[in-house]
């Protein structure tokens, strides 16, 4: 095999076709060492590059770019080595905070707001019923007319009844601190309120 035989053979395993009618020795001007050098790594990849395209690439700029990335690359080691904290640690937090801001948002309903309404009217009336009973007790209790055994039964049972009111107004009041209204008539004004299930599935 001739030199510019080898030349060629060369030339060919960079990925770069050079046409049969070249055989002097002297290599084409326009493939500057970089070029040579990205011909190689892109060969390298498995890929082939005709010569036209060879020609018509801009190594020059990707030559810049490759540059530039490597020495943001050296810079961000440089801080990681500085850094008190292991490799380990710092991809299971970017791991996790990949997880966290990536975590698909809760399902939205449409009836959310309505059903939110409904319940804080449910919650309102198991109030009023429980303070009708505790009231009904006391009457009990304080009433003259009332036989012994009936004024000892309200007597007991009027701890129990407290109980239960205490416990319907703490949960029509998380209710309604959650809705953002105090009265009746609001609530049942905002049963159909898009407002209010924007509210709710926020």
Not at 51 to 76: G, I, Y
């Amino acid at each position: 095999m001739g030199f510019s035989e080898a030349i060629h053979d060369s030339y060919e395993l960079l990925g770069v076709y050079l046409p049969c009618v070249w055989t002097s020795v002297a290599l084409p001007d326009n493939l500057s060492p970089a070029k040579v050098y990205w011909m190689r790594v892109i060969r390298q990849g498995g890929m082939q590059m005709p010569l036209a395209c060879v020609e018509s690439f801009d190594f020059a700029s990707l030559t810049s770019t490759v540059l530039a990335r490597e020495n943001k690359l050296n810079k961000a080691e440089s801080v990681l080595g500085k850094c008190a904290f292991s490799e380990d640690i710092l991809r299971w937090e970017w791991d996790a905070q990949i997880k966290a801001q990536t975590k698909p948002l809760p399902c939205q309903h449409k009836n959310w707001g309505k059903s939110a309404v409904e319940e804080a009217l449910c919650l309102w009336k198991s109030r009023d019923v429980a303070a009708d009973y505790v009231e009904d007790l006391c009457h009990r209790i304080i009433d003259l007319s009332s036989v012994p055994w009936e004024t000892a039964t309200a007597e007991l049972e009027l701890e129990t009844a407290m109980q239960i009111l205490r416990k319907a107004k703490i949960r029509l009041k998380k209710k309604e601190e959650a809705l953002g209204v105090m009265a009746r008539q609001q609530l049942q004004h905002l049963i159909k309120s898009p407002f209010l299930t924007k509210k709710m599935n926020a």
